[in-house]
């Protein structure tokens, strides 16, 4: 049986699989349309690709190409006074400790406080005597009998001796009587010794002051028992004149001098102070590697025995390079700067900082002098980066 075959509206064969169909008369039409709008957009897409990587590109390139432009110092060397920085308590430079000398007994009042300035004998507490005074009258009393009987015996001595020519006293009788008046005599004088003693006893009752100065502590009160096993009652800067027990390694004490300034600074003071070192310790600790320098210092309330300080003691010069404050950098691990190294790359160079000058902080480890060191910005700097090193101008260092 014969079929005819019939085209679509379309004008293609149904059969066909491959076929498309986009309806009406306008179908070549809408194909166009859609190939171009297909093409738009794959070229849209990699024109964006191709400025994105080209943008990329030359900021890399533009990054990789600047340096910055960074001054520069070669600080040389500067003969420069040497400064030992060190710590320490504040003390009395000469502390006199104060007790009871006598038997000690009920406190009946105290005259001075701490803090206040004494005269050396000046009495500091008195001690109850009742006791001790009645004794003294007593023994008064037996001064007196011992004068009447040495009087006595004087006068019987003369009588005999007028008589002996009469023959009514005999030379031994006149030995008798003599020795007598002697015994007598003797008398007298222990009990002027023994009224002696206890007046001086009862004058040990008192507490007073071994010298002028200043009273540092007072450990006595009104009604208080001592004795001389009572201890220290009160203590006394000797003519109120304090010291700095500085603390410096061994290698500095080695430098040190008798009559060398120092200047002292009291925790929590802004006040400093100007001393003299009067003594450098003969010894080491053994175990801490430090000597003790003692500066003398002159008084003022706001040097208090017992408190912290800090003094900076001027010993001889030293070589060394000077840097002003912006030069230095410091991190968790001290002191550094940045130095121009090979290629024009700054690198870090740890460094040790000594006296801070009018000129600059010198810097006794770390440079010789030669280095090109960046004067400023280096906390916008890394180990490894290219710089443009220009030279500081003649007073621009500071």
Known sequence: MNYETSIGAGGTRPEDPLAVD?????????????????????LAIGGYIYSHRQAAGGSAAASAGVEQVVTVVSPGRTSVSKA????????????????????????????????????????LAVVDRSVQSEQIVAQSANVSVADANARLAQANLDRAEKLVDRGFIS?????????TRDGAVAQVRVAQATLGQLRASAARLNVVAPNAGLVLTRGIEPGQVIGPGTG?????????????QAHVSEADLAAMTVGENATVVPVGSQQTFTGQIWQVAPTVNKDTREGVVRIALAYNPALRPGGFATATIRSGRVDAPLLPESAILSDSKG????????????????VATGVVTEN????????????????RAGGFLNPGDKIKPVAAKAGSEG
Request: aromatic share 6%.
């Open 22 to 42: 986009i309806g009406g008369e306008d179908a070549p039409s809408n194909r166009i349309w859609w190939i171009a709008g297909v093409v738009l957009a794959l």
């Open 84 to 123: 030992v920085v060190a710590s320490g308590s504040l003390a009395a430079r000469r502390e006199l400790p104060v007790g009871i000398a006598g038997e000690g007994g009920k406190v009946v009042s105290v005259l001075v406080d701490a803090g206040d300035w004494v005269k050396a004998g000046q009495v």
């Open 171 to 179: 030379k031994a009788d006149i030995d008798k009587l003599t020795a």
């Open 232 to 244: 220290v009652l009160f203590s006394i800067a000797k003519d109120g004149e304090m010291e700095m």
């Open 335 to 350: 002191s550094y700067v940045f130095v121009v190294g090979k290629d024009n790359k700054v690198e870090r160079r740890d």
């Open 360 to 375: 600059g902080i010198a810097v006794v480890r770390g440079l010789t002098g030669s280095e090109r060191v960046v004067l």
